[in-house]
C-alpha cells in the first residue's frame, strides 16, 4: 500500500519483513514488532489533529498498522481517566487517576483494543476465520468483533474459565473450544493449529499488529494528563505486552515531539499465585522461571509469558518495580476501589489495585507523585469471587411493610454499635 507507513522487524537481529501474518523472525526465531518511518509520521501528526477526531482509539490511526483500505468504524477505547481522591486517601497518593478500561468498548476490557487493530488486519491479508487462546477477556472480544465484522471465530480457552467469561463468548456465535490444560497448553495448541490452518490468530501470527492496540492506552493517558506524561503507572501483566507497549506510546509521543521528555516509572502488578515477571524482578533476575499458575485472577494466569523479558526490560530501566499479592488481598482491593470510587473491576483490577497500594507503602511510589493505575477489565465479570462475601445479607428478605423495615433498622444499628463498642473495649 502506498500510504502505508509500517512494517514488521525483529526485535533483535533487525531485520525487516513486509507486512504479513508472521510473529517469529525467520532467521533468529525472535519476535517481530511493527516499526514505523518516524521521520514522516512527525510532518503528519499533531496535537490538534488527534483531539479534533471521534474520542476513540482510531483518532490515533497514524500510529497504528492500520492497512490502508481499511475503515474502522467501531468506537473502541478512549475510556475515562478519572482522579481518585478516596481511593487516593485510603492508599497514600495524592495525585491518583484510574484509566478505566472496566468500561471499554464493546466487551468491557482493554482487549478490545488490541482484537480492533488485529481484526483490521486479518481483514486485509485476506483471513476468513479468526481464532485466538485466550485466558478470558480476548475470547469475549474475538468473538464480539468477529461477530460484527462478518469473521467465524474459533475461540480456544482453559477449561477452568470463569461462567460468564465463557459464556460471554458464546452468545457471539463463536466456537468455543474448552480444553483441559492451563494457559500455556491452550497457547502451544494454537500455535500447531495456525501452521495447519490458514486462520487468522490475533495472539499468534497476527501477534505483532494485535500488540500495537494496547499503545492506544499509553496516548490516552497522555492526551487526557493534558498532554503530559504522569510520573509512574501501575500496570497488570499476563504475556507483559500491555506495559511494554504503554512505554512504546510514551517514548513516540517524546520522539513525535507531542509532549515533553519525561522519566516515567513503571510497575508491573501480577497475582502471587502467578508471578514469573515480578518474581524476577524482585530477586534482580534477567531470567523468568516459568511458573504452574494458581490464582482466581485467571485473566492475568500466564505462567510463561510470551513478552515477560521485554516487560522486565522496560520495568528495570524506568526506575521501576513490580509485585504482587495474594488472592484475598485481590478481593479485597476489588472491594476497596469499588467503595472508594465506584469502580468495580475483575480480579486483574483487583491485582492492580492491591499491589499500587503495596508499592506506595514501600515508598517506591511517593504520594506527591502523579500516578496512574490502569483498571483493565470489568467486576461483572468475575462475580464468583465476591459471592461468600456478601452471601448472609442476600438472603435475607422483609415483608413489604414499614414496621419490618424499622425492626430490621433497629437490629442493623444495634449490630452496627455492638460492633463499635467491641472495638472500643479492644483499643
Ligand atoms: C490480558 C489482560 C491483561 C494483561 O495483558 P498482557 O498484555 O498479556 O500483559 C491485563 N488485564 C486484563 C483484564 C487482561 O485481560
Ligand atoms: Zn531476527
Not at 513486509?18 to 523472525?25: G, T
Request: charged residues 20%; aromatic residues 8%; contains cysteine.
Amino acid at each position: 500500500m502506498g500510504t502505508s507507513t509500517y512494517q514488521l522487524r525483529c526485535r533483535e537481529c533487525g531485520k525487516t519483513y513486509a507486512n504479513q501474518p508472521r510473529s517469529i523472525c525467520e532467521s533468529c526465531f525472535s519476535p517481530l514488532e511493527v516499526t514505523y518511518d518516524y521521520d514522516s509520521l512527525r510532518a503528519h501528526v499533531s496535537r490538534d489533529a488527534f483531539a479534533s477526531r471521534a474520542p476513540n482509539m482510531w483518532r490515533y490511526r497514524e500510529l497504528l498498522p492500520l492497512p490502508a483500505e481499511s475503515q474502522p468504524s467501531l468506537p473502541v477505547g478512549f475510556t475515562p481517566l478519572t482522579s481518585a481522591p478516596r481511593l487516593g486517601e485510603k492508599i497514600g497518593s495524592r495525585r491518583l487517576f484510574i484509566k478505566n478500561d472496566a468500561v471499554c468498548l464493546p466487551t468491557l476490557s482493554f482487549k478490545d483494543r488490541v482484537v480492533a487493530v488485529a481484526l483490521a488486519n486479518a481483514r486485509s491479508f485476506g483471513f476468513e476465520v479468526v481464532a485466538c487462546s485466550s485466558t478470558g477477556n480476548l475470547a469475549n472480544s474475538v468473538a464480539a468483533q468477529a461477530a460484527r465484522e462478518g469473521f467465524k471465530a474459533w475461540i480456544f480457552i482453559p477449561s477452568d474459565l470463569e461462567p460468564a467469561k465463557i459464556l460471554g463468548t458464546q452468545v457471539y456465535g463463536a466456537e468455543v473450544v474448552r480444553i483441559n490444560g492451563s494457559y500455556d497448553h491452550v497457547n502451544r495448541l494454537c500455535s500447531q493449529i495456525a501452521d495447519e490452518h490458514r486462520w487468522g490468530f490475533v495472539n499468534v501470527n497476527l501477534r505483532p499488529y494485535y500488540a500495537e492496540g494496547s499503545k492506544t492506552v499509553g496516548y490516552e493517558i497522555a492526551e487526557q494528563l493534558g498532554w503530559r506524561l504522569p510520573d509512574n503507572v501501575v500496570v497488570p501483566m499476563a504475556g507483559g505486552s500491555l506495559i511494554t507497549k504503554i512505554k512504546k506510546a510514551f517514548d513516540e509521543l517524546i520522539l513525535l515531539k507531542l509532549v515533553d521528555p519525561k522519566p516515567v516509572k513503571f510497575f508491573g502488578a501480577q497475582a502471587a499465585g502467578c508471578s514469573p515477571i515480578s518474581t524476577a524482578i524482585k530477586q534482580y533476575s534477567s531470567e523468568i522461571e516459568p511458573q504452574r499458575p494458581k490464582t482466581i485472577a485467571r485473566s492475568l494466569a500466564i505462567g510463561n509469558p510470551a513478552d515477560g523479558h521485554y516487560a522486565l526490560q522496560a520495568i528495570n530501566k524506568s526506575g521501576g518495580w513490580a509485585e504482587d499479592i495474594t488472592d484475598t488481598e485481590v478481593v479485597e482491593s476489588i472491594q476497596l476501589l469499588a467503595e472508594s470510587e465506584g469502580v468495580f473491576t475483575e480480579t486483574a483490577g483487583g491485582v492492580t489495585v492491591g499491589t499500587a497500594r503495596k508499592l506506595i507503602h514501600q515508598d517506591r511510589i511517593l504520594p506527591d507523585e502523579t500516578t496512574v493505575i490502569c483498571v483493565t477489565g470489568n467486576g461483572l465479570k468475575t462475580t464468583d469471587v465476591l459471592v461468600d462475601k456478601y452471601r448472609s445479607s442476600s438472603e435475607t428478605a422483609i415483608a413489604p411493610k414499614l414496621a419490618e423495615f424499622e425492626a430490621y433498622l433497629a437490629s442493623k444499628a444495634s449490630l452496627s454499635s455492638a460492633v463499635t463498642e467491641t472495638a472500643a473495649v479492644g483499643r
